[in-house]
C-alpha cells in the first residue's frame, strides 16, 4: 500500500513563507506525476503544480512567481516552497501522486490526508 504523508503547513502572516513537503513510501516503481492541490471552504480542489517524472513543471497561474515545487527522487518527497503568501492562498493543500505498482505494474494514483495553511494577521 502506498501512503502520502504531508507535514509543514500552519498559520502565517501576508506575505510570508511555509515550505510544505509530501513523503511518499510504499510499493512503487516509478512516479509518473506528483502534484499539489488545494481546496478553499466551499470551493473546488484545484491544481496548484505539478511534477512530471520528465522533469516539467506546471503551476497555477494565481501562484506563478510566488510558488517552487521540487522533489528529491532518491527520498520519493516532494516539496512546495510557498512565499508572499496572501489570504488568499489559505486553503488545505494537498498532494496527490500518480505510479506505477511495484507489484502489478498498475497505473494508481493516491492522496495524501491534506495539511491546513492558513494566511492571516
Known amino acids: 500500500q502506498v501512503q502520502l504523508v504531508e507535514s509543514g503547513g500552519g498559520l502565517v502572516q501576508p506575505g510570508g513563507s511555509l515550505s510544505l513537503s509530501c513523503a511518499a513510501s510504499?510499493?512503487?516503481?516509478?512516479?509518473?506525476?506528483m502534484a499539489w492541490y488545494r481546496q478553499a471552504p466551499g470551493e473546488q480542489r484545484e491544481l496548484v503544480a505539478s511534477?512530471?517524472?520528465?522533469?516539467?513543471?506546471n503551476y497555477a497561474d494565481s501562484v506563478k512567481g510566488r510558488f517552487t515545487i521540487s522533489r528529491d527522487n532518491a527520498k520519493n518527497t516532494m516539496y512546495l516552497q510557498m512565499n508572499t503568501l496572501k489570504p488568499e492562498d489559505t486553503a488545505v493543500y494537498y498532494c496527490?501522486?500518480?505510479?506505477?505498482?511495484?507489484?502489478?505494474?498498475?497505473?494508481?494514483?493516491?492522496w495524501g490526508q491534506g495539511t491546513q495553511v492558513t494566511v492571516s494577521s
Open positions: 510504499g510499493s512503487i516503481a516509478r512516479i509518473v506525476v
Open positions: 511534477f512530471t517524472s520528465s522533469g516539467s513543471t
Open positions: 496527490q501522486m500518480t505510479y506505477r505498482s511495484s507489484g502489478t505494474g498498475a497505473l494508481q494514483g493516491t
